[in-house]
């Protein structure tokens, strides 16, 4: 119904304009629908209701009175619908960025973001990711033909991972701030494969900040009910990058608190085993012992701290996991024997309690890759998580040099991932 209303005010508007041009002999460009966006059709109509006023004759004064009649009520109507868009867009902005909420990772958002911001009413979304100043364009989203959409991203890639320096989109990565390019034709300052696809008049690209970083760009070239880009539309989509920048933010301190976590409980399930160890061959604790001397794990919470002692022992004995003694343990040869030298070098590191990501930053490597080897090596382990894994690689380190010390060691180095 929006679609329809602007339609009919730029029809409107149109009229009103080609009639006073050809009346008065006004030099004026007629606007062109999808070209040319709501504000500068409104600049035309009060540049041509000043030439009428400027230009009738005595003879002309009835044909003025007419043209300026029609020229004011085509603004009216303009202004009408843009005061209209603008009440009902922060409803809806404020429903797109409730449901980022749902988002718990970064992959979520990359498939949430095209489709949350067409929702908004514009028919083709560009999602890219920025990294050492370069353009990664990650997904698409377009209303009028879903194969564009990859043609989109393809054409954004080319070529790979071009540097945003020179381009228009640099002012962006500095300033941290929202443009609107109009006469992208003219410009050569844009992407010029990307333009060959998507023939863009004008475009809005705004910044995905995070933690005073841009990581992100978000482009958005055709509003769906006026088929062009206009300051309102720069301002909403300005709003649209800040709420998403927090949705980044919340993302990144889940994912902080999840690694937070998992390294505590690494570090509890080793200090159980260590205490283990130390206490072979004597009266170690047990969980029939005192409880307030065993770790107890964090996703039990206080189920294990009963007032009632027998209630506390069985909750103990469900929290704490046995300790292996030295001598159960396998030979450091056998216990690894299965894994492959990549899958080492991670079990090292996720046994120093480092996230996926920052080990394919250590080993130059995807974090897909690198997720790939946890779930192998601990199928390999038989660990059912990092911390296990993480547990297991201690025991075998302790295990290498026990046997080295011993002379048992059978030619094994003493660090088993030497």
């Known amino acids: 119904m929006r679609r329809i209303a602007y339609e009919q005010a730029f029809v409107a508007a149109e009229n009103a304009l080609r009639s006073a041009t050809s009346v008065f002999g006004i030099n004026l460009p007629l606007p062109r629908f ?48 843009t005061a209209l868009r603008g009440r009902g867009s922060p409803g809806m902005l404020a429903r797109v960025l409730q449901r980022l909420r749902a988002a718990t990772t970064v992959a979520e958002l990359t498939e949430l973001i095209p489709n949350l911001t067409a929702e908004l009413g514009y028919d083709r979304v560009l999602l890219s990711w920025v990294r050492h100043g370069r353009w990664i364009p990650c997904a698409a989203r377009t209303c009028s033909d879903p194969d564009e959409a990859a043609a989109i991203v393809a054409a954004g890639g080319t070529p790979a991972y071009r540097r945003i320096h020179g381009l228009l989109e640099d002012e962006v990565v500095r300033s941290c701030s929202t443009i609107l390019v109009r006469d992208v034709k003219g410009n050569p300052r844009v992407h010029t494969q990307l333009l060959a696809v998507t023939h863009s008049r004008s475009y809005v690209a705004a910044p995905l900040v995070l933690r005073d970083q841009v990581v992100g760009l978000l482009h958005v070239d055709r509003n769906a009910e006026t088929g062009a880009m206009d300051g309102f539309d720069r301002d909403l989509l300005a709003l ?16 902080d608190l999840e690694t937070v976590r998992e390294t505590v409980e690494g570090h509890a399930v080793m200090l159980h ?41 069985v909750n103990v004995a469900r929290a704490v996991r046995p300790a292996h003694r030295l ?22 590191l996720v046994a120093e309690g480092l996230t996926n990501a920052q080990i394919g930053e250590r080993l130059f490597v995807t974090e897909a890759t690198v997720k790939s080897h946890v779930k192998s090596l601990m199928r390999k382990l038989g660990a059912a998580t990092r911390s296990e894994a993480g547990a297991a690689y201690h025991r075998g380190t302790d295990r290498a040099l026990a046997l080295a010390g011993t002379g048992h060691s059978r030619g094994q180095k003493a660090h088993p991932f030497g």
């Open 240 to 255: 649209l990058s800040a709420g998403l920048g927090l949705a980044l933010d919340r993302v990144r301190t889940l994912r």
């Open 34 to 81: 999808g070209v040319d966006d709501p504000e500068q059709v409104l600049q035309a109509l009060t540049e041509a209701s000043a030439a009428v006023r400027a230009t009738a004759g005595p003879g002309l004064a009835q044909a003025a009175e007419l043209a300026a009649g029609e020229l004011a009520a085509a603004k009216l109507d303009l202004v009408s619908w």
């Open 327 to 348: 001598s159960e343990l396998p030979d450091a040869d056998d216990w690894k024997s299965g894994l492959t030298r990549r899958e080492e070098q991670v079990l090292r």
């Open 273 to 313: 085993d260590l205490v283990g160890r130390l206490g072979n061959g004597q009266n170690h604790p047990t969980a029939d012992a005192d409880a307030g001397s065993l770790p107890i794990s964090l996703s039990d919470g206080p189920t294990c701290l009963s007032r009632d002692p027998g209630e506390q022992s």
